[in-house]
């Protein structure tokens, strides 16, 4: 299998690059060359942004399928959607939970893939896309849009992966290390007043899967997730476990919640991706290894 990657420069991203070349496919990974790339793999230097830039990076090349890992607007979608025409026969899109931001309730039931049809869902070109403030104040909608366009416009196949909150050691954002600075320093944990449960996944779980997916012949969005749901407080305890120290948790009337507290629920319907074959693991069981890595 020949398999381009648009982005896979860190995080879960490397780890799929790794899994796929592991496997024996031929990857190349197309970047900005922020970062080396591993062995044994091809890199392209290019901004997806560029489009002149990408169509000379991808002049005479072809590939069986393409994991996009950072597209966050219909604009970068568009740009793919040409750029990849008569390119690749497939096209896989990571996208996110948080496509379902504003539709979850408190108590309320796992959220299927068809609560956003993005077959449907409107897109809107003219919004400042290219901005990149207004793109990360809207991440739930420039996702949305993107999956949009490409399942509307693309001339090829497109499977849309939307990943639950994906924790695993070498996490950029910090969030794990926030719990296991304050709790080991004995120092309270902001959350909501009900904090709601959230659907999961392990990052080489998640690396797995997208490998699993870029040889699949699915289409349309499916959910991600590991099995069982995990609230911030179930979160605290687990982090209280391994430091072997109890957490402080108090209810946010002011100041900012800690960075995994949900008012709403974030679990996602993992019906379809059982019915295709694919068995992710269970939150518990990876959960207590992950906190244990990041806490070196």
């Known amino acids: 299998m020949d398999v381009c990657v648009i982005g896979g420069s860190r995080y879960f991203g490397r780890l799929l690059v790794e899994e ?15 970062a080396p790339v591993p062995r044994g793999v091809i890199h392209l230097r290019a901004d997806r942004d560029d489009e002149a830039a990408l169509n000379a990076a991808l002049a005479g090349r072809s590939f069986d399928v393409v994991v996009d890992q950072v597209c966050y607007s219909p604009l970068q979608a568009a740009i793919a959607a040409r750029a990849f025409t ?11 939970v948080e496509v379902y931001a504003e539709l979850g309730r408190p108590g309320g039931a796992a959220l299927p893939e068809q609560a956003v049809d993005p077959s449907a869902w409107p897109v809107d070109l003219g919004l400042a896309w290219d ?20 399942t509307q416009e693309a001339p090829f196949d497109v499977a849309v992966v939307r990943t639950a909150h994906v924790l695993g050691a070498g996490d950029f954002t910090g ?12 120092l309270p944990v902001v959350v909501h007043p009900a904090p709601q449960p959230a659907s999961f996944v392990h990052a080489p779980e998640i690396a797995r899967f ?12 499916v959910n ?12 605290c305890a687990a982090v209280g476990r391994v430091v072997g120290l109890e957490p402080r ?21 993992t019906g379809r991706v059982d019915r295709l074959g694919f068995r992710f693991g269970a939150v518990a069981d990876w959960l207590p290894l992950v906190l244990k890595e990041v806490r070196g």
């Open 20 to 34: 796929l070349r592991d496997a024996g496919a031929t990857v190349t990974v197309i970047n900005r060359g922020s």
């Open 210 to 221: 997208l490998a699993w997916a870029a040889a699949a012949d699915f289409t349309g969005p």
């Open 131 to 150: 901005d990149p403030q207004f793109r990360a104040e809207r991440y739930g909608e420039g996702k949305r849009q993107a999956e949009a366009l490409l």
């Open 249 to 269: 948790l108090v209810a946010g009337t002011g100041e900012p919640v800690s960075p995994l507290s949900f008012d709403r629920s974030y679990a996602m319907d």
């Open 224 to 235: 991600a997730a590991s099995r069982g749901t995990l609230g911030v407080r179930e979160l």
């Open 86 to 96: 008569g390119r690749t026969r497939r096209y896989v899109l990571t996208s996110t």
């Open 175 to 186: 969030r794990l290390d926030h719990y296991i600075e304050r709790i080991e320093q004995g």
